[in-house]
């Protein structure tokens, strides 16, 4: 091709990835979208929440997962989202549903977020950004679960899989000092 005939197409490669940061939002790492409510419902399931869990949700969207345990399970939730529209929406939210004492949202950077307080945290991020999270979550206290809707974390093998209406979730619990694949290296 000539030089000349590569500049439409690498105008045209730019034009959209910088569409899609617009679309993004400066700092996002990946789009809104909604857990479906039967895998919300599967996902605490498989936690097997009880009395004194504490449920952060990393990426928060709508709030449908810290309001969900909430509700059906009665615990204390936090939902961080970089996204203000989406914090106001999962705080209405709340109040409808009688929880608001239960549950917080912050608008904070996921990776800025303290996790040490989690007892189980929810994903439904991007495989690149769970393998980022993933020496933090790593690091947590024994007994922490992590679910992952959809994405998985590299070699790091789940404790549990399950599939619902042709996606996965994946459970890991934290071991403390060493995990279930104890060779990662990153
Ligand atoms: C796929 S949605 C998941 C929403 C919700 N957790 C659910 O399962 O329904 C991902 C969310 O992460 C938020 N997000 C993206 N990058 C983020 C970041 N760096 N810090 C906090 N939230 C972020 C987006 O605004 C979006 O609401």
């Known amino acids: 091709m000539p030089r000349s005939g590569l500049v439409r197409p690498v105008l045209a490669i730019l034009l959209t990835l910088a569409i899609a940061r617009g ?7 990946v789009p809104y979208f909604p857990t479906p409510q039967p895998a919300v ?21 709508d709030g449908r997962i810290p309001i969900t345990a909430a509700k059906r399970h009665g615990i204390r939730a936090l939902g961080v989202d970089l996204d203000p529209a989406l914090n106001e929406q999962a705080r209405a939210a709340a109040v409808r549903e009688n929880v608001s004492d239960k549950v917080t949202f912050r608008e904070q950077d996921l990776f800025d977020t303290d996790l040490s307080e989690a007892t189980v945290i929810t994903l439904f991020l991007l495989g690149s950004v769970n393998m980022k999270l993933r020496p933090r979550l790593m690091a947590l206290k024994p007994g922490t679960r992590i679910l992952s809707y959809g994405w998985s974390m590299g070699e790091w093998k789940p404790d549990a899989t399950a599939q619902i209406d042709g996606r996965t979730i994946h459970m890991w619990i934290v071991r403390g000092g060493a995990t279930t694949s104890p060779s990662i290296t990153d």
């Open 41 to 61: 419902e599967k996902m605490l399931e498989m936690a097997g929440i009880k009395s004194g869990d504490f449920l952060i949700d990393l990426g928060s969207g």
């Open 23 to 29: 679309a993004l939002g400066q700092d996002h790492d």
